[in-house]
């Protein structure tokens, strides 16, 4: 009886007793969560192919997203008028792409704000009042932008 009393104590003591805190798992978890977060600000699916005809104009994009910041190929190809071509660099923003197209143009290179507003597999471009500074053309007012559901950018397979 005097051994079962000792024994006690020591089972008793190890139940209670708080077992050594592993912080490299609970960091890893931590870091897992704070990714999974991040990853979730960017719309998924925007990266691809897009493309828009109307009668004999046409445009393609090509848009390559990392993280927030998207980067891309802009293709303008009036009927009437010179072709642009370009490159596109800017950011996702909630349900927009607000980027700055650098293209040529009748022998010029220019830039120009584009907005995008993310609608699924469509992107509909923003028309607005700009400024233009030398080359450069931005929007007066992001929040008074008109979208042109006439005219989408509709997402589809890549042409080389």
Known sequence: MRNIIPIAF??????????????????????????????????????????????????TLHLQVKETQVTGNLIYDWSEKDRNTGTLQGVVKDSLIVADYSFQAEGMTSVREVVFKIKGDLLIEGFGDFN?????????????????????????????
């Open 132 to 160: 233009t500074r030398g080359d450069t053309t931005k929007y007066k007012n992001k929040a008074k932008l008109r979208f042109q559901n006439d005219r989408p950018f509709i997402k589809g397979a890549c042409k080389e």
């Open 10 to 59: 020591i089972l008793f003591a190890a139940c209670n007793s708080k077992p050594e805190a592993n912080t490299d798992t609970i960091a890893a978890k931590e870091d897992t969560v704070t990714e999974l977060r991040y990853v979730t600000k960017t719309p998924l699916g925007i990266p691809g192919c897009y493309s828009w005809t109307a009668g004999h104009d046409t445009a």
